[in-house]
């Protein structure tokens, strides 16, 4: 990783209260969950990232305890949103008399789908995530509401998805149709909010494996999501994690489902291509 920015080290110490310097990179462990999916927590970096070699899940920066959590689905407790959600996949609802399961089947059939959202589609001329995928199917393909953006039903439904996906190399497409919304992404991770003046960089590119207070600094990645939170816990969609790292920079945040937390999802999954889809993980 990069060497320690000293006005960065200084804005941290004085305003975010950082407690002495220890560096300590990821750890060695490795991840094989129910001891038959292994998951990929290292890999090389994608090759459009300029200044970082190898890309680690935020697995690697947590403690052993809170590691050991997702080890086991019956200890990690966001499984119990993927139990939701797979009464959700069969549920009737709408005006058209339909499930998910009668378009799509087996929910293991979705293998692989939540590995490359978000995803140019091309009939809609736009580039969606996977909760705005699942609200088109439910409006324009059940006659259902939609569900909302962060809501229970929408993350227990994409921690489904991501469930039945774990272990496959996230891969999302950069180029074509999507380049330019990536670009706007990739904008947004470089710049720097608030009175604090960080970017997204600041901390998950150039201090990566410090310590903030008592919290060791990861890439950011998002594989892992939905995030199963020790700290309040529930499953936590990708966007309100967006929202509180911006917020902890003092800064005003974009809204969830905005197209600036859309464009940054695209780019902050594409600097994870390579890991494996690990959700619903467990952070503390
Ligand atoms: C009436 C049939 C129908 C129903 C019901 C339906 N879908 Fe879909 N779904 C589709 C079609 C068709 C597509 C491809 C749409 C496109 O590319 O624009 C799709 C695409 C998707 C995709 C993206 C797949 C990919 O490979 O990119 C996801 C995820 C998805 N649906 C989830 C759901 C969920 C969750 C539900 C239930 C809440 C649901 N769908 C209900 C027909 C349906
Ligand atoms: C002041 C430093 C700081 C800034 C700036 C910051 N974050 Fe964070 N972020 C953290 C800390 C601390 C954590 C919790 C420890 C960890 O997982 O790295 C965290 C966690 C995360 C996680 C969860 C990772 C996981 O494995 O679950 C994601 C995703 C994330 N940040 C993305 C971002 C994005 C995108 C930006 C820019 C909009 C950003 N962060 C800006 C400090 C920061």
Redesign the pocket.
Known sequence: MNGFNGGLLSALALTVGLGGVATAEPDDDSLTINGEIAIVTEAAAPAHLEYVDTVYSGWRFRSDETQAVQMDDFDNPGMLGVELGIE??SAV?GS?G???????GDVED?A???A??P?W????GEVRT?EM??N???KT??G?EE?KYNGGEMTN?VA??ASVSRGLPVNVAIDGPAQSTWEKGKEIYYTRYGQLELSCANCHEDNYGNMIRADHLSQGQINGFPTYRLKNTKLNTVHDRFRGCIRDTRAHTFSVASPEFIALELYVTSRGNGLSVEGPSVRN
């Open positions: 959700q996949w609802d058209e339909e499930s998910c399961a009668s378009c799509h979705m692989g789908v939540k490359v959202y995803k589609n091309e009939g809609a996977i995928q699942i088109d199917c439910r393909r059940m259902a569900w439904t489904l998805l």
